[in-house]
Structures are given as structure tokens and as C-alpha cells.
């Protein structure tokens, strides 16, 4: 297949997650560009993206734009979610039936982007990553942990469209990008959301480690609460999460807190603007619309809020 009949991938985003894909997906062979800007847009510019990888240690000459154009198939946004609404209108530029990939933590961007570019005829597919990977200098990332995986689907979609994001998914996948369609997204974005809202944000609240967090009594006891009113909210809308999700999840944060870390966490301790009202915020109101009782969680977020 030449590069001109390849679907033609943005990476709306250089942060650590949004470069690192945008490296390992270009250098796997794809059509991909990255948005990003100032010194970073520079540096690789100038002297290609520098990748530190589970998989070896590479540069990549990869195309670079600051603006968004009509000309792409499909856009990973690779935001934080906070960022999300201020870029509506460079989304708002895709052409008729661009697909744009949302993997941010919770189920906010999603709603957003779906409810607001529905009329611009741009499907906004849901979906979540499983990554760590930091960028500490201009125009490089680190990998950071194990796993590189991109999860997306959508609900309640024809066996056609669900053929061709599952094709789509196929075509991504590989070693360094592991990728995978699910029909049951809502699931798989709220198990991810319930785990990463409650360890995040408890450790911001206490302004502990993951281990220190779950060694003291006192904020354990809010952490394991926090999880069993956020599953409540989810199965209160219909999502069909696992009977023992909550006592599971509860275990593995134990089970791992020695090595758990939070990017919620690291935002909080370099003060900068947490993801606080669009993750664990986007959770209590969703639980408070179906009367679900959040005690834990409303006292958590309103602590946090004022750092968002």
C-alpha cells in the first residue's frame, strides 16, 4: 500500500502520551502528523522526535503542523480534557465523516465532542489508553511503564460501522501500539475512570503516595468509598460494570500501591491545573442526577476543585 492511499492520522496533541503514539505510530509506517507547538515544534523540527521506548530507542523525522487542517481521516486527541472545549472550534475545520479518537481519562470529552460536533457530520468515537510515558525535554518522550494501548469503540452502532472500527483498530495494532475495538466502550471507560479518579484524587487529597495513601486508615476508608459510590453512579445509567468491580479494584490499588502513580497526582505536586471537574467532577454529577449517595466523592472534589 503506498503512503497516499494510507488514512492520513493527526495527533492533536505533544505531550508525552499524544508524541509518544505519534512516534511509534510513524515510525510502524503510517500517515501520521503531530500538532503541537512552541519549543517542542522546534526541536523536532529541527532534529527529529526522540523516543525511549520498551522497544528500543529511536528519531523520527515526522510531519509537524501547529493548526489543523480538513485533509485528515482520522484525529487521536491527545488533550487533557481541560483543554478540551477550547479547541471545539479547530475540531469544528474536519472534513464530513473524520473520525476523531478520544483517549482521555473519563467520559466527559466524549459527551462534549459528540454533542457538539454531531451537526459537522464528524463521528467522535470513545475510548481510553493505558500509558506512561513522559516528555522531560523538548522534542523527546520516555516510556515510562509497560503497556502502549489505545481501547475504543462505540455504543449502539450498525455491524457496518462496527466492522470498520474494528478494521481500523487492526490496522493500528502492533507491539509498540498494542490497539483494540471493543463494542461495550462505556464499560471499559468507566472501569478505567472509577480506578484512576479515586487514586488520583485521593492522592491528591492527601497529599501522600499511593502506598502511604492506602496505609492510613483514614483516607483508605474514603478511597474504598469513593469506588463504591462511582460504580453505583455507573450502574445507576445503565453501564454494565462487573458484579465485584469495586472489591477487584480496591484489591489490585493494594495490591500495587508500592509502584501506583497518578498524573493527577504529578500535576497536583507541580501546580498545575488538575482534571479534577471533567474526571471525578463528570462522575459525582453523574451519580447525584440519579440520586445516588457521594459523600466521599463530593468532599474530595470539593477540596480539589479549587486547584483546577
Given amino acids: 500500500m503506498s503512503m497516499n492511499t494510507k488514512k492520513k492520522i493527526l495527533i492533536y496533541g505533544g505531550g508525552g502520551i499524544g508524541s509518544y503514539y505519534a512516534g511509534a505510530l510513524n515510525k510502524n509506517g503510517h500517515n501520521i502528523t503531530l500538532l503541537t507547538r512552541g519549543n517542542h515544534f522546534d526541536e523536532i523540527k529541527k532534529n527529529g522526535l526522540r523516543l525511549k521506548t520498551n522497544w528500543g530507542n529511536y528519531t523520527q523525522d515526522i510531519n509537524l503542523v ?37 483517549i482521555q481519562n473519563g ?11 454531531k451537526v459537522n457530520g464528524i463521528n467522535v468515537i470513545d475510548g481510553l489508553t493505558w500509558i506512561d510515558a513522559l516528555r522531560k525535554d523538548e522534542g523527546s518522550v520516555i516510556q515510562t511503564g509497560n503497556e502502549a494501548k489505545i481501547i475504543f469503540g462505540k455504543n449502539n452502532i450498525s455491524d457496518l460501522e462496527q466492522a470498520e472500527l474494528n ?24 472501569e478505567k475512570l472509577i480506578m484512576v479518579a479515586a487514586i488520583g484524587s485521593i492522592m491528591c487529597f492527601s497529599n501522600m503516595s499511593a502506598k502511604e495513601t492506602v496505609e492510613n486508615k483514614t483516607f483508605f476508608n474514603i478511597l474504598k468509598e469513593m469506588i ?12 454494565d460494570i462487573e458484579k465485584n468491580y469495586a472489591e477487584n479494584t480496591i ?22 491545573p488538575l482534571e479534577v471537574d471533567e474526571i471525578l467532577g463528570e462522575a459525582l ?5 440519579s440520586e445516588v449517595n457521594m459523600p466521599n466523592c463530593q468532599k474530595v472534589y470539593d477540596k480539589l476543585i479549587k486547584f483546577s
Fill in 66 to 102: 501547529k493548526k489543523i487542517d480538513t485533509s485528515y481521516d482520522v484525529v487521536i486527541l491527545a488533550v487533557k480534557t481541560y483543554s478540551v472545549k477550547s479547541i471545539l472550534s479547530d475540531l469544528k475545520s474536519l472534513k464530513k465523516g473524520s473520525k476523531i479518537i478520544c
Fill in 107 to 117: 467520559t466527559f470529552t466524549y459527551n462534549y465532542l459528540s454533542k457538539n460536533l
Fill in 167 to 190: 478494521k481500523l483498530a487492526s490496522t493500528l495494532d502492533s507491539k509498540n501500539v498494542q490497539t483494540e475495538y471493543v463494542k461495550d466502550i462505556s464499560k471499559a471507560v468507566w
Fill in 228 to 239: 463504591i459510590e462511582m460504580t453505583n453512579a455507573s450502574i445507576s445509567i445503565g453501564v
Fill in 251 to 272: 484489591d489490585y490499588i493494594v495490591g500495587r500501591s508500592h509502584e501506583l502513580h497518578s498524573s493527577l497526582k504529578e500535576d497536583f505536586d507541580n501546580k498545575r
Fill in 285 to 289: 454529577r453523574t451519580g447525584l442526577k
